[in-house]
């Protein structure tokens, strides 16, 4: 019950805070702090709670992603403009297999504008610590883009662990959109799955030689234009691939290649086994949006977990 009570308060000071515009509601409600933010590099942090802890204790896998992915593309905004739109053109990721226990800390790195392009598309490196030391490294491409006609774009504020807290919200004052999201931090706190995997929304299943998937899209996952947040996007195609290997495999590396915006109510992602021996496996997982369209495509690699004696 108390753990229902900090997550449901957890999920009001978001909201609060997701009404400065700049940021979105899923980096807002985690919590996320950009303790360090220049031109040259970034450092963002996660602090450990209930309300993203997933069944087996660790921080989940997809408030993980959306830490390594800020951190990605804060230091190439920095080269930019606070308030410029960047959309995830690729992000490639591998883990050491140490497990996501305690404060985590994202070290971005800037590496450059890529020569003789038409639009400006830059490049940077993460990498990500945790309790037993470092849990991932990697990289990813960010292309700027103009803001849709009909929005707006404000800087993304830098706010650090040490920042006031903001005024806590009474359940009068919401808008629809806001209730909306509350409905579904209730509905996650009465179901039998761990809190943020059930608030996340994202349902995964093995299927004939691969894996289902499927992902309530909105304001709780989405990014600063309304559409599904790039680590998000992440995690799904990861839960899925793991879906269709089934237990006794660990996620070792992901690649991801943005296609489109993810938009539509529901995301669904198919995967589909490319290799499965003894040692290690590799899967291809695709994410569709609206009207099928493809959204991400993903190749996955996973090692056998260790037997035990």
């Not at 449901?8 to 609060?16: K, N, P, Q, T």
Request: hydrophobic fraction near 45%.
């Amino acid at each position: 019950m108390r753990n229902a009570r900090l997550i449901r308060a957890r999920v009001l000071r978001g909201i609060a805070l997701n009404r400065t515009p700049g940021l979105h509601f899923p980096a807002n409600f985690l919590g996320i702090a950009f303790e360090h933010v220049t031109r040259r590099a970034t450092r963002l942090e996660l602090e450990p709670g209930p309300w993203c802890r997933d069944a087996a204790g660790e921080i989940d896998f997809g408030a993980f992603a959306i830490l390594a992915d800020l951190a990605l593309g804060a230091v190439i905004r920095a080269n930019l403009a606070r308030h410029a739109r960047l959309g995830t053109v690729a992000m490639s990721l591998q883990f050491t297999g140490a497990p996501r226990l305690g404060r985590l800390r994202a070290a971005g790195a800037f590496h450059g504008f890529f020569r003789g392009s038409t639009g400006r598309l830059g490049a940077s490196s993460v990498a990500v610590r945790g309790e037993h030391g470092l849990l991932c490294f990697g990289t990813g491409t960010f292309m700027a883009l103009d803001p849709p006609a009909h929005l707006k774009l404000h800087p993304v504020p830098h706010r650090a662990r040490r920042a006031p807290e903001p005024r806590l919200l009474r359940e009068s004052e919401l808008d629809a959109a806001e209730r909306a999201i509350l409905r579904r931090a209730d509905a996650a706190l009465r179901g039998k799955r761990d809190f943020i995997s059930a608030f996340w929304g994202i349902h995964a299943r093995g299927a004939r030689g691969g894996g289902k998937g499927s992902l309530h899209n909105g304001l709780h996952v989405g990014n600063r234009v309304g559409h599904a947040q790039g680590g998000i996007l992440i995690a799904f195609a990861a839960q899925t691939a793991a879906a269709a290997l089934g237990k006794g495999w660990s996620l070792s590396g992901v690649s991801a290649a943005y296609v489109r915006p993810g938009q539509g109510p529901r995301l669904r992602a198919s995967s589909r086994i490319v290799h499965q021996g003894g040692l290690t496996a590799v899967v291809r997982t695709d994410i569709d949006g609206e009207g099928g369209r493809r959204v991400l495509e993903v190749l996955t690699t996973h090692n056998a977990a260790a037997r035990s004696p």
